[in-house]
């Protein structure tokens, strides 16, 4: 050491770094240290799989609680929406009230109706999406044909098929946001491939279609043919309504003194994001606190289904044999309630026929029940 130079502690020396380098790999013999700041981040290789809701809130909230995060979000269609998007059948709405149903760090106070319709539903998520400049991050068009967990790579390999041809994508996580109703299902009926009419699914409605003066069979009387059937009823010449089980057909989720509540307070709620604030709150804990009438022994299904059961034979004007037809023996909430405005008043329509018989088989012209009737040909 020269006269005068000083070595601070702090400060390594070679013979230091060597000599920590020879006692690591004593303890840990093949450790390879990486020499960088703590604090700085290896890159995280995301894949999100749909840019529905999920996939849109993922492709917010993860850029910013993630660091070094490299995202990608993978959508099949041709847009972002999810079931909003896919969905566009006649009558299509959500049956929870739109103010309750919206990003929480997205409020909306502008929303058209209590129970708002798929279309506004859609506009709202796709100006979420721009205003947080989501789409970046979203490649449409884009089908995941298969996803494997690698060990040897330690990630996933995703094979995905782009309008420009397929390939093979890695990714340290696998976010699956693809919804409970992204692929629609035709029921499996002998000869439905013979019917010569149009033939769709609701998911994968043809805006095309059109409806005035045709005899149709309307099947299902779940969530969305509930919805479609008094949309078609009033323009259809006839409309065959197939339903094998029977149904609690309610008010929408929360009753409608959630509607006449909005339509109380939404002005005053307005003024102000504190006023809107505490308006959404008080909706959705109105909202929140009907789940008691889930247990079947408890007094509120009880009270609710002779609430139900009244709602429904008034809005099927009194008729005791379609009432014996359509409402349930067993309790609400064995199922989930399906809010349909219209569709008990649709069914008593001359142009309406419900028909409780099992279907046996399609032909060429319609169709042809159990009994060996074939009321839709």
Same mark, same amino acid.
């Given at each position: ?198 033939? #769709?699914?609701? &998911?994968?409605?043809?805006?095309? *279609?059109?409806?005035? /003066? =045709?005899?149709? %069979? ?67 804990? #109105?909202?929140? &606190?009907?789940?008691?009438?889930? *247990?079947?022994?408890? /007094? =509120?299904?009880? %009270? ?74």
């Amino acid at each position: 050491m020269t006269p005068g130079a000083l070595i601070h502690e702090s400060e390594p020396t070679k013979a230091d770094a060597g000599f920590k380098d020879s006692v690591l790999k004593t303890v840990l013999p093949g450790l390879e240290l990486e020499d960088h700041p703590v604090d700085e981040h290896a890159p995280i290789r995301v894949v999100v799989v749909g840019a529905g809701i999920s996939g849109l809130i993922a492709g917010i909230l993860l850029p910013v609680k993630v660091p070094g995060l490299d995202l990608v979000i993978y959508e099949r269609n041709d847009d972002i929406g999810g079931v909003w998007h896919s969905n566009v059948y006649p009558g299509v709405r959500c049956d929870v009230p739109a103010h309750a149903y919206q990003a929480t760090f997205a409020p909306s106070d502008s929303w058209t109706e209590a129970y708002a319709t798929g279309p506004e539903i859609n506009a709202y998520w796709k100006k979420v999406a721009s205003d947080y400049d989501v789409r970046k991050y979203i490649r449409t068009g884009c089908r995941i044909v298969s996803a494997e967990w690698s060990e040897e790579k330690g990630k996933w390999q995703i094979t995905i098929q782009s309008n420009d041809g397929e390939f093979v994508d890695e990714a340290n996580f696998l976010v699956t946001a693809t919804g409970h109703f992204s692929d629609p299902r035709l029921p499996d009926y002998p000869g439905l491939g013979d019917f010569k009419g149009h033939l #769709r699914h609701t &998911s994968n409605w043809d805006p095309t *279609f059109e409806p005035a /003066g =045709k005899r149709i %069979a309307v099947i299902g009387n779940g969530a969305s043919g509930i919805q479609v059937l008094p949309q078609l009823q009033r323009v259809a010449a006839h409309i065959d309504h197939y339903a094998r089980n029977k149904t609690w057909v309610a008010a929408p989720i929360g009753g409608e003194d959630l509607a006449q509540l909005v339509a109380d307070n939404i002005d005053r709620a307005r003024t102000s994001p504190d006023e809107y604030l505490a308006f959404r709150k008080t909706l959705e804990a #109105r909202l929140f &606190s009907r789940f008691g009438g889930i *247990f079947k022994e408890g /007094g =509120k299904n009880k %009270a609710a289904e002779v609430a139900i059961r009244k709602l429904m034979t008034a809005r099927l004007g009194g008729d005791a044999e379609l009432a014996k037809e359509i409402i349930p023996e067993f309790p609400p909430n064995c199922r989930r309630l399906t809010p349909g405005p219209g569709y008990l008043e649709a069914l008593t329509a001359e142009n309406v026929t419900y028909v409780t018989d099992h279907i046996a088989e399609f032909t060429e012209t319609g169709i042809r029940t159990v009994d060996g009737m074939c009321p839709s040909s």
